[in-house]
């Protein structure tokens, strides 16, 4: 018998995409934003002194739960902050799931859920989405603990409507949490159900739409009675002063969020239009992310020729997905670069 837990050496582990250490690359394998925070985040950080890295943090960053709650039309109880979106993740497997309490999602989606489920041994129901990356009436029938929807869903970039994710929640027997990693970029929301439902959480990050992927910080948002508890299962000082600090600076230049966001989607519809120019088929995108199927070229050769040229993008080797890239929205200069070295490579 080994030092592990059964499940933990079973467990794969997450793959993070490639971070290459060179910065001269086109980098569009992780969906950050390819523009920098907003100015008034370098100069929040720069007014962090000895004192506020001396003391431990405050448990539960109200500062940044309040402006959050204020932005989003809920009280500050209906938040809690975590060190990044994926810990808050990993809290509300540990929270709602155990052997007997299973997790379900559709696939193919966001490769981190099955990853805490496995180590949270916990029951995984998968369900493959309907044609068109629709959500699968079966996912309401599972009696799962949790149900998780990434929405926009990654690596689709495909949309569900409030209504339809209203009508889930009304049908599921457990917690849906709704994974609004990607929605600063997509033209709805979903927040207006935490004050319909009791079991519905929003999960939000600061790494896509404000540009703080280095400094990990997210949010959930959901009726006080799941916060709550969820606030147990949380470390201690699970965000940092420094982080706190920075995230604040940035959900409160909502005028710089706006800028940044716009140029986003706008260089979105360029983008697939180019790929769709070049025969590749790529569905309308709410997300930072396109994935483009390549119908006369194998994706995992694109892929390696991409690299060759220093242009980093996320080919997943997995069914439903092995024919196609996942490419960052990146700035037009580097989608242009893209562009013209899949003109090339296509050519070949
Ligand atoms: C769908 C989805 N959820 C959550 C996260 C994690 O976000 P964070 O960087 O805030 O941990 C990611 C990161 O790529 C993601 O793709």
């Known amino acids: 018998m080994g030092y592990f837990r059964e499940n933990i050496e079973k467990v794969k582990g997450y793959e993070p995409g490639f971070q290459p250490g060179r910065a001269d690359v086109v980098k569009l394998n992780t969906n950050e934003n390819p523009y920098p925070p907003s100015p008034k985040v370098l100069k929040a950080l720069a007014q962090v002194n000895a004192e506020r890295l001396r003391r431990y943090p405050d448990p539960q960053a109200d500062v940044f739960r309040n402006t959050a709650a204020e932005i989003n039309g809920v009280s500050a109880e209906n938040i809690i902050c975590g060190n990044g979106?994926?810990?808050?993740?990993?809290?509300?497997?540990?929270?709602?799931?155990?052997?007997?309490?299973?997790?379900?999602?559709?696939?193919?989606?966001?490769?981190?859920?099955?990853?805490?489920?496995?180590?949270?041994?916990?029951?995984?129901i998968e369900i493959p989405?309907?044609?068109?990356?629709?959500?699968?009436?079966?996912?309401?029938?599972?009696?799962?603990?949790?149900?998780?929807?990434?929405?926009?869903?990654?690596?689709?970039?495909?949309?569900?409507?409030t209504d339809e994710l209203a009508s889930l929640a009304s049908e599921l027997s457990g917690v849906l949490l709704i994974d609004e990693a990607y929605?600063?970029?997509?033209?709805?929301?979903?927040i207006g159900l935490v004050k319909d439902f009791d079991n519905v959480i929003i999960l939000r990050s600061?790494?896509?739409?404000?540009?703080?992927?280095?400094?990990?910080?997210?949010?959930a948002v959901g009726p006080t009675d799941l916060i709550n508890g969820l606030m147990k299962v949380k470390d201690s000082y699970n965000v940092d002063a420094v982080s706190v600090a920075a995230a604040m600076a940035a959900i409160k230049d909502r005028e710089y969020f706006r800028q940044v966001t716009e140029k986003v989607k706008k260089e979105r519809t360029k983008l697939t239009d180019s790929l769709r120019q070049l025969g590749f088929e790529v569905p309308k995108s709410q997300a930072n992310f396109v994935l483009a199927a390549s119908k006369n070229c194998k994706a995992s050769q694109i892929y390696d020729k991409l690299v060759e040229r220093n242009i980093y993008v996320r080919y997943f080797d997995t069914p439903g997905l092995n024919d196609k890239l996942r490419i960052t929205v990146g700035t037009s200069e580097q989608d242009d670069k893209l562009i013209s070295a899949l003109k090339e490579i296509l050519s070949e």
């Open 129 to 161: 989405f309907d044609e068109g990356f629709k959500l699968p009436a079966k996912l309401a029938k599972t009696g799962a603990s949790l149900t998780i929807i990434c929405n926009p869903n990654a690596p689709s970039g495909s949309f569900t409507g």
């Open 183 to 190: 929605v600063d970029f997509a033209d709805e929301n979903c």
């Open 85 to 124: 979106a994926d810990e808050l993740l990993g809290i509300a497997m540990r929270s709602f799931c155990d052997e007997k309490r299973p997790v379900a999602y559709p696939v193919p989606t966001y490769s981190l859920y099955p990853v805490l489920a496995g180590l949270q041994d916990c029951q995984v």
């Open 206 to 219: 600061m790494s896509k739409g404000y540009g703080l992927a280095g400094i990990r910080f997210g949010y």
